[in-house]
Antibody, heavy 125, light 108 residues
Framework: EVQLVESGGGLVQPGGSLRLSCAASGFTFSSYWMHWVRQAPGKGLVWVSRINSDGSSTNYADSVKGRFTISRDNAKNTLYMQMNSLRAEDTAVYYC??????????????????WGQGTMVTVSS | EIVLTQSPGTLSLSPGERATLSCRASQSVSSSYLAWYQQKPGQAPRLLIYGASSRATGIPDRFSGSGAGTDFSLTISRLEPEDFAVYYCQQYGSSPWTFGQGTKVEIK
């Protein structure tokens, strides 16, 4: 079964740090781009970050640039998000999601076809 | 950044009725890299439509997508009880990837 399972969420004080993980199974993790998407309570979906299949290229939303770092360990089939200098407005459910499949160095844009169940991050004193 | 604006914000309909949701982009979406997602309370989003009009695996044919350029729509031909949810459009052709603000389809 193709699956993504997030972990690492919790309660953290403003200015604190947290590392999220997303364990992938059922597919060739190293062949796909991966993303983090967040959803504040009662709000819509917001894209946060993307990493390419071998981890050599990343993108970030302006709201998290310089504070969050996306990474991956293809040997462990795991995606990460290191979140530093957390703010109240970072409070959200964080989802990992799969997108573009890459073959022979060619990656075609694709929608987010597999999502994890999400992990809640609460930033509060 | 491509801004996606969905309308209406809320659609109140009865089971069996037809639902039409709109998604307008602030600039042309390249190669129709436009997707639609369904999200129910407490659940992760589920991909319904990609490439503006292609149904994802396992999606019933009562869901259809259309459009190109800056104007896209999602149609649910006959609403089933399980279709009442929030729907988001998304463009995935350029970074930053962006979502619309969502349309809630509620039972009238």
């Amino acid at each position: 079964e193709v699956q993504l399972v997030e972990s690492g969420g919790g309660l953290v004080q403003p200015g604190g740090s947290l590392r999220l993980s997303c364990a992938a199974s059922g597919f060739t993790f190293s062949s796909y781009w991966m993303h983090w998407v967040r959803q504040a309570p009662g709000k819509g979906l917001v894209w946060v970050s993307r990493i390419n299949s071998d981890g050599s290229s990343t993108n970030y939303a302006d709201s998290v640039k310089g504070r969050f770092t996306i990474s991956r360990d293809n040997a462990k089939n795991t995606l990460y998000m290191q979140m530093n200098s957390l703010r109240a407005e970072d409070t959200a459910v964080y989802y990992c999601a799969r997108s573009s499949y890459c073959a022979n160095g060619v990656c075609s844009p694709s929608a987010f076809d597999i999502w994890g169940q999400g992990t809640m991050v609460t930033v509060s004193s | 950044e491509i801004v996606l604006t969905q309308s209406p914000g809320t659609l109140s309909l009865s089971p069996g009725e037809r639902a039409t949701l709109s998604c307008r982009a602030s600039q042309s979406v390249s190669s129709s890299y436009l997707a639609w997602y369904q999200q129910k309370p407490g659940q992760a989003p589920r991909l319904l439509i990609y490439g503006a009009s292609s149904r994802a695996t396992g999606i019933p044919d009562r869901f259809s997508g259309s459009g190109a350029g800056t104007d896209f729509s999602l149609t649910i031909s006959r609403l089933e009880p399980e279709d009442f949810a929030v729907y988001y459009c998304q463009q995935y052709g350029s970074s930053p990837w962006t979502f619309g603000q969502g349309t809630k389809v509620e039972i009238k």
